[in-house]
């Protein structure tokens, strides 16, 4: 019987030990931007005299500071302050407070997803997002049910990633 009592004790003491192995539940995205949508993001540029690199996905960007530190992929916890307005310059959301924001990059509009991973820690970017890689045809709203994002909007993101973990 104290055979069994100590098997049994060191089962349950060496299962507690056990490492916690849990895996990123998110895999990197196929979407991609259509055709139009590419152009749409191009003659916005080119309306406003902007540069910008384009993604395989259709993202357009502009890295503004490149940073020195990890880059992340969609299973990082990133910190983050960023802006984020409509082409036609409304503001939609913002977080600016000096410590950041974190999010799991996985979590966000597939934009952001492949996106920021051209920059690393401690620098910034600014993003072009079709809709198809936003919010798409759907209205985002506020809690008070006000749209907030009009469907099939075209984004654009002013992102300091303050850290990748």
């Known amino acids: 019987m104290k055979k069994l009592v100590w098997i049994t004790c060191s089962i349950l003491f060496f299962a507690a030990c056990k490492k916690n192995t849990s895996k990123c539940e998110f895999t990197e995205s196929a979407a991609s931007a259509s055709q139009t949508e590419r152009t749409n993001i191009e003659n916005y540029l080119a309306a406003n005299s902007l540069a910008a690199f384009q993604h395989t996905s259709g993202v ?18 990133i910190r983050v302050k960023y802006s984020g307005y409509l082409f036609n310059g409304t503001l939609f959301d913002f977080y600016t407070q000096p410590s ?12 952001w997803q492949k996106g920021l991973p051209e920059v690393a820690a401690g620098g910034s970017i600014i993003l072009y997002i079709p809709p198809s890689l936003g919010y798409g045809a ?10 907030v994002i009009p469907a099939n909007s075209y984004l654009k993101f002013v992102i300091e990633l303050m850290d990748v973990q």
């Open 60 to 77: 357009f960007y502009n890295i503004t500071t490149a940073g020195t530190g990890a880059k992340p992929n969609v299973c990082s916890v």
């Open 100 to 111: 950041g924001i974190s999010f799991v990059l996985g979590q966000l509009i597939v934009g």
């Open 138 to 147: 759907v209205d985002k709203r506020d809690a008070n049910g006000n749209i």
